[in-house]
């Protein structure tokens, strides 16, 4: 079993649970001073939070000193569907992996602005890149993100235009520019 801390002081705790899912699941615990609760979230066999898609990715990493760059050692995903998870992976250890399950909808981006910076400050990196598509819950928050991704390069980049194609519709749909 594996234990963490989120950036809010919440210990989660991973492991296998006895349900009959089909799929690999995951049991997160997080134990306050007043409450304890149990959530379950289903993961496909590649760990993937079921039935959810990435919307928003966060590099970090060393930054040059002269420069404008990230030289990434961590990644980070928002996985929104039924229930929003940030997921963090090491891009060098295989079995490094840290989740945090934001508390409310208008708590996504700065939930995962707070967990980039515990990783910042814990491996003393440099460099943030965070990158959101168009619909992400982070653009709502893009801004508060900012002010709590602090004392190191910060790099925003937010969709200028974006092409889709829905298959329940059968069409593309295009929003701002694409050059």
Known sequence: RKSYVDSSGLEEVAGPLSSGCSALSTEFRYHTVREACVIEAATTAK??????AVTATILLGGSHPNDTSVDPYYLMKLWEGDRAAWTAHSLTDPTFERRVLPKAPETIA??????AMGLVR???LGAVMVCAIDGSSILQGIEEMATVITEVDLHLLTPAGSRTYSRWKD???????LA
């Open 47 to 52: 760990g993937h939070i079921h039935m959810a």
């Open 110 to 115: 700065v939930e995962g602005a707070r967990m």
């Open 122 to 124: 814990e491996f003393g």
């Open 171 to 177: 069409q593309w749909h295009t929003t701002g520019v």
